[in-house]
């Protein structure tokens, strides 16, 4: 559920087209589900002021509630790290980020950071769409002995991540929805009728 108003939307729109890191056209995702837009937060901390409100937003999300239940925060390669680590400094939170892969070498773990079992891990990305890779990054926490119940992103694209994240027992906590956005988008003229219904048709939850 989104915790945003139209004013904290409105400014979202404003920085995703400017950043460019909202794009229309053909996409396929990681997920393989082809979209007629495309979403990237990595281009946003190239931009300062961008970076700084978001960064805000992420911390409207967190509130004081999941802040003080969070022993620990953990980003999602690779948007997520970003974001992820600016938080856990602003909050005095340890920081650590989850590998979509073991490494070959060294200590060969997926968690880079410290982790104790029993430790209260709150997992950060970027977007989510089907929510395989926060899937995957609560299951090798959990592997380490770290307790996940929470999960925060920027956007939700709506299209089954908190379904599949509900099934690991995780709540996720969105800024915004796809849908939510499409229609500001709409309303202020930056998209047209034919660019909201395309977006909408793809949104499944």
Do not use: W
């Not at 979202?12 to 997920?31: Q, V």
């Not at 499409?182 to 034919?194: K, P, Y």
């Amino acid at each position: 559920m989104s915790v945003s108003g139209k004013r904290a939307e409105d400014e979202l729109c404003d920085i995703l087209l400017r950043t460019g890191s909202l794009r229309f056209g053909t996409f396929k995702l990681t997920s393989g589900i082809l979209s007629p837009y495309y979403i990237d937060l990595r281009l946003i901390p190239s931009d300062p002021e961008a970076f700084r409100r978001v960064i805000g937003f992420y911390s409207t999300v967190l509130g004081t509630t999941l802040a003080k239940r969070a022993q620990r925060l953990a980003g999602i390669p690779t948007a997520g790290i970003a974001y992820a680590a600016v938080l856990a400094f602003n909050l005095s939170k340890p920081f650590l980020y989850v590998r979509r892969e073991e490494k070959e070498h060294g200590r060969g773990r997926r968690i880079e950071g410290i982790l104790q079992p029993a430790d209260r891990v709150l997992v950060l990305d970027d977007v989510i769409t089907t929510g395989k890779n926060i899937v995957e990054a609560v299951e090798a926490i959990r592997a380490e002995g770290g307790i996940v119940e929470d999960a925060v992103v920027l956007l939700d694209r709506q299209q089954g991540g908190e379904a599949n994240l509900g099934k690991m027992n995780v709540k996720l906590h969105a800024f915004a929805t796809m849908k939510q956005i499409a229609h500001r988008l709409n309303a202020r003229g930056m998209i047209d009728e034919a660019q909201l219904r395309e977006i909408v048709g793809h949104i499944v939850t």
